[in-house]
């Protein structure tokens, strides 16, 4: 039988989302591991979660969980892991022990002190840091001293200190770096973990990984990758570094331009198709008009050639507006449920829990137009839920006279309890007719109702709101407002 037909069928297209669990992810992670996700999906490729989990002392409690929680939030599934670098630790050094053996890569006995000595000198002397190679060629018996000394030994590459190293980029081209810029890196620390550069390309070569798509910051680390793979004889995988993400005023997206943590979005109330939308188009595009695509055409359309080049730049309002396009393209149920556990931790805490899912379903519709996240939706519909109104009288005599207020709310008191239809047309029949009658403006005779039955000058349609609210709750409100009056 030929050997090839013995070699399992690979899919072309393997991509992996390699975290550090050292912080909570933030968008420039979610959509690093979005464009791997869409790229594999796209081509029917395979997804792989791998926690990059060597740097011990930087690790973040919970960090994984929210990484993993944020991916399946906004539906990132994977195909395989999440794999633990922390236990393959053999691997990374059996690798290292190879190159050892092939005199590529050597032991450093230098002590942290000796190090940062060497940093300080360095500086004064304006020198490029980098490890000065002081172990690259130690004798044996040298070794033997610092062994006998109980020194534990690190592992370092030997790379190579003259010529260039070059790999092709396939969104920049071809990048060319001068080795002599490249000291000679750790592998393996003293605490048997393995560095990032080792641990990374022995997994990614290991987990036949086609492509790497990553942040343009790792674009450094890229030579040395390469010069790792040289040395091994192995196939590199073939690059992508992705562009930027900045923030409104240019400088690179962080805290100060607000929540950065995908929980911190959900938390406030964004749909995760909304950011999933909203973060495919932070340095992919469709055609440079298209907002608003579902995941599939994104799956669809997504390829490399449509990856901008230059920084996207992070721009909240669109989010802000994106999110209200998706919020009102939900159904009122699926709107109200999802806006439920958002009530349930917002309204004021003298409104009873549970909350009814009946009642929630007959004001969802009118907020719905007007929310933008689902944290804003508590404040929209707060006065359906509170049993006392609580607003500044003064808001009642916008534009009027205080008798005239009197006078039209008590009129509108009168008509409203020998009315017994209780619905937003008969409501409008009643009303609008009044506001001649009274010599008032429509608008400003609606705009002392909605105060008195919202207690705000702005809220959903009169008198659908007032429907929803029931007859009784809109006497005791009107009433409200006259007591309030008599008050000032
Ligand atoms: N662990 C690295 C990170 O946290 C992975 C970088 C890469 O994809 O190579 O981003």
Not at 75 to 98: C, T
Not at 100 to 116: D, K, T
Not at 186 to 203: E, F, Q, R
């Amino acid at each position: 039988m030929p050997e090839e037909v013995l070699v399992p069928s690979k899919s072309a297209v393997r991509v992996r989302f390699a975290p550090s669990p050292t912080g909570f992810p933030h968008l420039g992670n979610i959509r690093t591991a979005l464009f791997n996700w869409l790229f594999a999906r796209h081509h029917g490729g395979i997804f792989i979660l791998r926690i990059e989990d060597t740097d011990v002392a930087r690790m973040v409690e919970g960090a994984t969980e929210s990484i993993l929680h944020s991916l399946r939030w906004l539906g990132l599934d994977w195909d395989e892991g999440p794999i633990f670098q922390s236990q393959r630790l053999p691997i990374y050094r059996e690798v290292a022990d190879g190159l050892i053996s092939r005199g590529l890569a050597y032991h450093c006995y230098c002590s942290p002190q000796r190090l940062e000595e060497m940093r300080k000198e360095q500086m004064k002397r304006k020198q490029p840091p980098g490890y000065d190679r002081h172990c690259r060629n130690l004798t044996q018996e040298q070794k033997k001293g610092f062994e006998a000394g109980g020194l534990g030994p690190v592992v370092r590459f030997k790379s190579p200190l003259e010529g260039r190293t070059s790999f092709h980029d396939l969104l920049r081209g071809e990048i060319v770096f001068e080795n002599s810029t490249l000291d000679d890196f750790v592998l393996l620390k003293s605490d048997g973990y393995p560095t990032y550069h080792l641990a990374n390309i022995a997994d990614d070569h290991d987990m036949e990984i086609s492509h790497v798509l990553r942040a343009d910051e790792w674009l450094s680390s890229t030579p040395r990758h390469i010069l790792l793979y040289q040395a091994l004889n192995w196939q590199p995988p073939q690059f992508a570094h992705l562009p930027m993400i900045l923030g409104p005023d240019k400088s690179k997206l962080s805290k100060r331009h607000g929540a950065t943590s995908v929980t911190e979005y959900e938390q406030q109330g964004y749909l995760p198709e909304a950011l999933f939308n909203f973060l495919a188009l932070l340095g992919w595009s469709l055609d440079d008009k298209t907002e608003i695509m579902s995941r599939d055409t994104i799956i669809k359309n997504f390829s490399l050639d449509r990856i901008s080049k230059t920084a996207a730049v992070f721009n909240r309002d669109k989010l802000e507006w994106m999110n209200g396009v998706y919020i009102r393209g939900l159904s009122v149920e699926e709107f109200s449920r999802r806006a439920m556990p958002f009530l349930e931790k917002g309204l004021s805490l003298d409104v009873v829990r549970p909350l009814d899912v009946n009642h929630v379903a007959r004001i969802a519709p009118l907020i719905q137009e007007r929310a933008r996240t689902l944290a804003e939706v508590p404040e929209l519909a707060d006065f359906f839920f509170v049993e006392r109104l609580d607003y500044d009288s003064s808001l009642l005599l916008n534009k009027i006279e205080q008798t005239v207020v009197v006078a039209a709310l008590l009129a509108s008191i009168d008509r409203v309890e020998e009315w017994d239809s209780w619905d937003a047309t008969s409501l409008e029949s009643v009303f609008r007719p009044m506001a001649e009658e009274m010599g008032l403006k429509t608008g400003v005779f609606f705009g002392l109702l909605r105060v008195a039955v919202t207690g705000r000058t702005a809220a959903p349609p009169l008198f659908q709101t007032m429907e929803v609210l029931g007859k009784e709750r809109c006497v005791k409100r009107l009433k409200l407002a006259l007591d309030k009056l008599a008050g000032l």
